[in-house]
């Protein structure tokens, strides 16, 4: 840690942070400049509370040197982690799609959804049952009605169901009934929620908040790893700017960063990504391109009866013409897909 | 609500919009152009679900004509809204402050806090029992233990105490302990939370989200209050934007804009907003000057030694000097300090 | 265009805006909501001053129906727009690199850039002469004497020069030395600028700036292009948001949709666009996939030598090994490359 | 200047940087961590090109230690400077505001605009000649005609007249009939612009462009200043964000950063920083209250008439009900409006 101090400290306020340095352990630096007193702090910062040190009075600003998260680090293990949704394994060589409605909306909607799905080659079958709505006036989900029929339909086609978890109290029924947690963009900072998928086994899926930066993301899966469950999927989704033609901004720049600072899975959702059903396919390539090794899709038997994320979702026949055109680009990316 | 067909759209695809919005019981109108066609539903757009026509493929956009909002805006009720947490009341010509710790640390101190912002003249306690840290490394909050803390305290100063929930398991006991709820802003769209608060009584203290727009804040009070619970203060406390120099970008924009849209009191996090001490006391000038109802400050006895935010916290002395010339603006703004 | 009136607004409020649209031989439309009153004007919007519109006291927002930008849009012309950089064609079939180092230093440097490059297979070289530097204390570039440099380079081995234009003064001298214009994100908006190179041939690259919604690159086109200069390549290069992982966000949204608004080629900076030089060939491969014609890259004899952008640039090497692996994304995107 | 190299990295990496600090007569430290080599510079920074350090293949991350920008900054000169525009003093007791119409139209227009803000008070007139405007559809202003116009009515109603400036062409013009030199956010990184104003005697108020951060505006007016101008405005005008209910986000957290890093005058713009009239007079006082130097507001005597942002002008009776409430808000702020 590099702690910078105003052009006003002293060298007895400096003497005051070398004394809490050694107090945790580390090792204290004294680096007097010409125009500042810069001091450093050598070893696990992890033991500083780097808040307290900007602080005091004298201390303009507080630098850290290493990152802020461990356990999902590469320089943890530098081995990639293969997550597996029921017998689907992400982050190996193959190259997986999840694909399904945004919600479960009843037996035959998730019927026709995972036909499409499968025979044009997605892997895992996805449906939400707990709807986060923006407004209260809209379709909030099914709730375990819609949990049973996901289940249902996923042991009838053979596909590992991914649902999304919103709360803690949720969590049993989602564990009872389908594969993965999907944890959404409002929810990765629900760090109770975190502390308790943590403590189950089941994979999580994490998206990404749309403010949140890419450190947040790597610190809110530290949040599940750190309880005990290595299992855990990012998901680059969308951030919000100010860029209004789409309903958010795909950062995939975020994938291979994410893949050079972790060694665990990257998926890409497309679908809230963009917010245009038109921009889907050209993002899922480029997604496959940069170094995902997934994505997550949403497809609607019908979008214009959709109950939610309509305009985003692709009929079965644009979603098979996408996955014919994306085996091109998986496979020059060196990845295989069954 | 307005429809924009897309340039290729045949007339016959503007009768299937038609009867469509026919079918809700809107009033359909057809507005042919010269570049495009373009429908019109009259009526409560509520009753129709957007999406659905952005799904349809010869639909280019759709512009809602009504706010999504409606029993928080002030065509709903264009009298102030007057919320009593204890015994204060917010939104009437009373500014008020809120001030006390980020954390609740131990009871030396809270009594410490508590004795400095009442004499200085804050009129509400705060201080969170449990913590939502973006590091699982960074102290996590006492929990139940620091709701009694609050709670003695509070009852011992004659001041009402309001903390965070974080998570709806945790509802009764903050409620047993505290006047009133805080939604912290990563919960702000966390639906669940927000309907089980609209079931109690106690006022919420609703933090807008940092990356949530005026709507979105509107929206989440919308769920509170649509489940019968009135008593709902909005909280500006800066969004995330590309600037560094500061934690956050305070939007004060927002209040006016806030005031003239909702019947809501409206306060200011100038803390979180700012992230930085120095600027904490203009903010809190700036907040009263442009509207607000009151302000939420973070004072601890000893900031660098302050388990979490010390940064920007301020000290005692800093919180009366602030309290003293805050009054001169609360003047100005024609509002009264008690 | 469709003007939506406050609540409070009178039947004759509205029959003096419906006057003021007649007046400008629009159609006008009165739509009388149970909520609102809405107004309509069919035609070309183009005729309207819409802030006009919005100033009237008793209107709460004008919502334009077309795009504002014309020659430029799919609407005007569905063909797509070849553009030619020297003998080099963008927007056809064959998917084109330009490669080069940020600035020009020296004949040796250029020398060796251009030999690495066009070995790699680029087609274009770039190099800027005139550097726009955010501090006064950054190298700024040589000058005219880094034109003559680029332009012998360019000449010696047959590659189209590429450089940036920065004032209005200095456009004979770029339009002398190289085969096109490039406009810095930060005179995206420099309309004079803009103005002027609509008024000469050769053609201009037209980055976008950091903070420009799409729809206000388009427009920055259509200056140029309604000046009499069709030869635009637009250029995606990043926007700045709240992530500091890397030096912008790269939008590739934004390349699938400037495709599908606007016969334009559309090419990709993953240079800027990530800032960091491991991310650079994985930006290009996913830009390749999502439909870009082409790339933009910064390519160095000698990064950690260079006078600026040293960080982001590519050695010779990592060139090499790009431009080989790109040519499979090229192919699974049905594109060729030479 | 601090540098992280890469855990990869070795003793020999380091060497060869802390070789390279000692070339440039700056004195290197070697700091061996646990984890990581970090190295420091100690000396002048702007010695070093941090690009350079950056672009080392085992340096991971470079941290400036001083800020950029130097004689703008508080460390060269901790007195206030104040800036005259004609006889009016920025940056002292007194708080100045500057209103006028956001375009010259004609000298009626003015004539009315100029007897509507000089008695409300206001003590500076704007007029806009030249116009940046989105789309090359819109009104661009009148040119030098619009000079005349300006300066006319300037010396009538001995108010000093403040314009845009956009291109370096139009410098001497500007200079002849008008009192100082506005540069527009969309030019604020217009470095030729700055150089050339930096050479001339007359005020600059720079604008911060929208989406510059606080330090890039510093560091545009240090590229005034070091050219020998010292006489510079700070102006605030909102930045671009992802809220979409105001034109811009006010970042009124800039105007106490700047004033405390800063010794130049610093005003604030709410007209553009809102975009929305009603939003104008609160966001002044906010502005006041903390502690801005000045304003700079959008007056038009009939804006539902004007050729541009008619939207966010206020009328003279708006005006001057907002001049007589702020009159409260600068006495709250220890100044005084005469």
Redesign the interface.
Same mark, same amino acid.
Request: hydrophobic content about 35%; proline content about 7%; glycine content about 6%.
């Given at each position: 840690m590099?702690i910078?101090l105003k052009?006003s400290a002293s060298k007895k306020d400096a003497e005051t942070i070398l004394d809490e340095i050694e107090k945790t352990g580390l090792k204290p630096?004294f680096?007097?400049?010409?125009?500042?007193i810069?001091i450093?702090a050598?070893?696990?910062e992890?033991l500083l509370?780097e808040?307290?040190f900007?602080?005091?009075?004298q201390v303009q600003e507080v630098?850290p040197?290493?990152s802020?998260?461990k356990l999902v680090s590469r320089?943890f293990n530098n081995a990639r982690t293969i997550v597996k949704i029921g017998d689907v394994a992400f982050g190996g060589d193959e190259f997986i799609t999840i694909a399904g409605p945004c919600a479960v909306e009843n037996s035959l909607q998730m019927n026709k959804a995972a036909a499409a799905v499968k025979s044009a080659g997605a892997k895992v079958l996805r449906g939400g049952a707990f709807k986060?709505?923006?407004?209260?006036?809209?379709?909030?989900g099914l709730g375990v009605e819609g949990l049973k029929i996901l289940s249902q339909v996923s042991r009838e086609f053979h596909m590992p169901a991914v649902t999304e978890v919103?709360?803690?109290?949720d969590i049993d029924a989602v564990e009872q009934y389908a594969d993965a947690f999907q944890v959404g963009a409002?929810?990765m900072?629900?760090?109770?929620l975190l502390?308790e998928l943590g403590q189950r086994r089941k994979p999580v899926i994490l998206k990404r908040?749309?403010?949140a930066?890419?450190?947040?993301l790597l610190?809110a899966a530290?949040?599940i790893v750190?309880e005990g469950n290595p299992n855990v999927i990012l998901c680059e989704r969308g951030?919000?700017?100010?860029?209004?033609?789409?309903r958010n901004?795909?950062?995939?720049?975020?994938?291979?960063?994410l893949k050079?600072r972790s060694h665990l899975p990257v998926i890409v959702d497309p679908s809230h !990504?963009?917010g245009?059903?038109?921009?889907v396919a050209?993002?899922a390539?480029? $997604? +496959?391109?940069? !170094?995902a090794d997934g994505l997550i899709i949403e497809v609607h038997p019908d979008?214009? $009866? +959709?109950?939610?994320?309509?305009?985003q979702?692709l009929t079965p026949e644009q979603f098979a013409t996408m996955m014919k055109d994306l085996k091109?680009?998986v496979?020059?990316?060196n990845r295989v897909m069954a």
């Open positions: 590099i910078i052009q630096l680096l007097p400049g010409i125009e500042r810069v450093g050598i070893g696990d992890r509370n808040k307290q900007e602080s005091f009075p630098k040197v290493l802020p998260y320089e986060p709505r923006t407004s209260p006036y809209s379709f909030q919103v709360e803690v109290a409002r929810n900072q629900n760090f109770r502390t908040g749309f403010a930066k890419v450190e947040d610190l530290e949040y750190s951030i919000r700017t100010f860029e209004t033609c789409t901004t795909l950062d995939l720049n975020a994938v291979p960063y050079s !990504g963009t245009v059903r038109d921009l050209p993002m390539f480029a $997604s +496959a391109a940069c !170094g979008p214009k $009866s +959709a109950l939610s994320d309509g305009m979702s091109r680009f496979l020059a990316a």
